[in-house]
């Protein structure tokens, strides 16, 4: 058997560093639009009220009000959309108007440790799909035996 010219194996090392290229570079295409980076918000857990407050913006569209919705453990609750008048996000320079807040009441639950995850909902190829992607971090809360919270405020 012959052994393969060294050129064969330049050009064989070529065509599959070209394909790993082209691979990742399809990857990261098709993540960007389906994960756009482009939410920016955050939430916590109100002990006061009960509720889950927050914000969401969406930056590529930061004139659009964005639906969120909330899951608590793991189970989906509620949905609404942040039109909620938060001053404090223009103040710190997050968007140019107050319109995007949201706050869910939570109801009556069991006592003991909870998270909350707060999801944008993002359409995309022209509503055939949505994808769900994460605001902030997950808020973290406990409703103690007498029914009262201890809330997610730092």
Known sequence: MKKPTS????????????????VGTIAVVVYLNAFPPSF???GEAVAETQTIHGWVVNYARPWERVEVQLFIDGRFLER???????PDIVAAGWSSDEYHGYGFTVPKMEP?????RVY???????GARYTLQLVGDPIRFEIKNDGSWVGSRP
């Open 7 to 22: 050129r064969l194996v330049n050009l064989l090392i070529a065509k599959s560093m070209l394909e790993t290229v082209l």
């Open 120 to 126: 944008a909902l993002r359409g995309s190829g022209n």
């Open 80 to 86: 609404e959309e942040a039109t909620h008048s938060r």
């Open 112 to 116: 003991g440790m909870h998270e909350a």
């Open 40 to 42: 920016q918000g955050w």
